[in-house]
């Protein structure tokens, strides 16, 4: 079976490499339990500062909000695309019963941290769960090797959309589905990305590439991908995520500017979800792709 070329050393783009490398990241006090992501706060109290638990918390419920788009989950073999320090990939496997996990990153000192973090993990489901180096273009696999796909905050990094899109609907078996979360620009305005990049350093640097959602969505379509839906879901992470900002952050400092860029349409927080058609009459081959809503 056709595999990626991901099985050598996959190239970084510099600010990846000391991001999640040197500098790791994930150590920072933004960030904290294992995780890397903006978080998901629906349902946090806004009247009060949050604290470390609330910050866990959301993060751990922004990996609770893709996973439920990949329903049903039990018993399936899942990838991770992006899986940095494995804290995502064990919910996948402790709450939602997938019989194989398998977390993939560009940075093997992200998987030298995962596979550290994890060790009882891996010791006590050696047959359930596995850290793998590779890059969201160009996956170590063959095809049809995963029932299921999700990337978290991850794509904001990939430097090729259509790519990945390829490699996801490759290693995806006929009937699979797809999940990425991860911060877009929500339109085609030529101005947007010279506009995230006065407002944020991580664009301004290059860690961040301002893709587009309908990039994404067309790049999924054009892979065979179906049922392609993109849904904002901003409203759950800029305001909290500035928030939890503001407990160590001064107004007017840099990151600070997530909120006012999705406050002036400039940025969005997007969930995007894809189906691998089954063939043989599976009524969700003939959905049509959607825009973002």
């Given at each position: 079976m ?10 970084m783009?510099?600010?990846v ?51 439920a788009t990949?329903?049903p ?9 992006g899986?940095?320090?494995?804290a ?20 093997p ?59 996801a609907?490759?290693?995806l ?30 664009f301004?640097t290059?860690?961040?590439?301002a ?16 049922s ?65 809503t």
């Amino acid at each position: 079976m056709a595999q990626g070329s991901g099985a050598g050393q996959p190239a970084m783009f510099p600010a990846v490499r000391e991001a999640y490398g040197p500098a790791d990241l994930g150590s920072k006090p933004l960030f904290g339990g294992g995780f890397i992501n903006f978080g998901h706060w629906e349902g946090a109290d806004p009247d009060r500062p949050p604290n470390d638990a609330d910050r866990v918390r959301s993060q751990r419920e922004m990996y609770r909000h893709v996973l439920a788009t990949l329903a049903p989950t039990e018993g399936l073999r899942t990838l991770e695309v992006g899986c940095g320090l494995g804290a995502g990939a064990a919910v996948a496997l402790e709450e939602y019963g997938f019989a194989h996990v398998t977390g993939m990153d560009i940075h093997p000192e992200q998987l030298a941290r995962a596979e550290r973090r994890n060790s009882p993990l891996l010791e006590g489901s050696s047959e359930r769960l596995r850290f793998v180096r590779g890059a969201a273009e160009s996956m170590p696999f063959d095809d049809g090797s995963f029932d299921r796909l999700y990337s978290i905050e991850a794509a904001q990094h990939f430097r090729d959309l259509g790519a990945f899109a390829r490699e996801a609907a490759r290693v995806l078996r006929p009937g699979g589905r797809a999940a990425v979360a991860s911060f877009f620009v929500p339109d085609a305005d030529p101005a947007r990305p010279d506009r995230l990049a006065e407002l944020l350093d991580t664009f301004a640097t290059g860690l961040d590439v301002a893709h587009t959602v309908p990039d994404l969505v067309d790049s999924l379509r054009d892979a065979g991908l179906t049922s392609v839906r993109a849904t904002s879901i901003g409203a759950s992470v800029w305001p909290g995520w500035d928030r939890w900002l503001a407990t160590m952050w001064e107004p007017g400092t840099w990151p600070r500017n997530f909120l006012r860029a999705f406050d002036e349409g400039s940025l969005d927080y997007y969930t995007i979800t894809a189906h691998r058609p089954a063939g043989n009459g599976d009524p969700s081959d003939n959905q049509q792709s959607s825009q973002p809503t």
